[in-house]
């Protein structure tokens, strides 16, 4: 029980789907955070959440759409993706800016 | 801009030799170095946070150490469950921590 459940742990979709990816944290954390990892790169920062209000969007395509409707639940909606947005996206949540993440198990992407 | 290089990229250990990672960084105000290990197919599991330079935490054959230009993950002793990717990061103070690209360490039995 990592605290942090992302579902669902795989998924594939074709470019013209339309999918959404959740995330739901039982720590009482104030932020929450949408990662993206790809092989031999750096985790990348995609969207982050304060008590609800998105904070930081690192210019990221608008095919990723983020929705927050409360402290504990964030989604990260999926359109026209592409092949090279195969990866694993990882949710964190975390108390404060000074705080560790707290990281999901992720959910596995694959566009085809 | 926070910077963190992480070395060696990748290590294979015997069971039983002792060694270190190396997490070198660049920041202005350290908020906190952060370990973590992830295993193949899962999520970064937080390891430890380090505040200010000369702090240790310890956990298990791990131990963390911190200066005011890199941090040193020493494995005293590892087993082959020691085996995993190990990331550090470093938060300014922001909602954006920043991370290296971690060493995949192998441990052979």
């Known amino acids: 029980e990592t605290g942090v459940t992302q579902t669902p742990r795989h998924l594939v979709m074709g470019m013209t789907n339309k999918k959404s990816l959740k995330c739901e944290q039982h720590?009482?954390?104030?932020?929450m955070y949408w990662y993206k990892q790809s092989a031999k790169k750096p985790l990348e920062l995609m969207f982050v959440y304060n008590f609800k209000e998105q904070t930081e969007n690192n210019s990221v395509p608008s095919r990723f759409s983020p929705e927050c409707p409360n402290s504990s639940h964030l989604f990260l909606h999926l359109h026209t993706l592409q092949p090279e947005d195969s990866a694993l996206y990882l949710c964190?949540?975390?108390?404060?800016?000074?705080?560790?993440?707290?990281f999901g198990n992720g959910t596995r992407l694959t566009v085809t | 801009e926070d910077q963190v290089t992480q070395s060696p990229e990748a290590l294979r250990l015997q069971e039983g030799e002792s060694s270190s990672l190396n997490c070198s960084y660049t920041?202005?105000?350290?908020?906190?170095l952060f370990w973590y290990r992830q295993d193949p197919g899962k999520g970064p599991e937080f390891l430890f946070t380090l505040y200010s330079a000369g702090e240790e935490k310890e956990k298990e054959r791990l131990k963390a150490t911190l200066t005011k230009k890199e941090s040193f993950l020493h494995i005293t002793a590892p087993k082959p469950e020691d085996s995993a990717t190990y990331l550090c990061?470093?938060?300014?103070?922001?909602?954006?921590?920043?991370f290296g690209r971690g060493t995949s360490l192998i441990v052979h039995p």
């Open positions: 720590l009482g954390h104030n932020a």
């Open positions: 964190a949540s975390s108390q404060d800016a000074d705080s560790p993440l707290h």
């Open positions: 990061a470093v938060g300014g103070g922001s909602y954006i921590p920043t």
């Open positions: 920041v202005s105000g350290l908020r906190g």
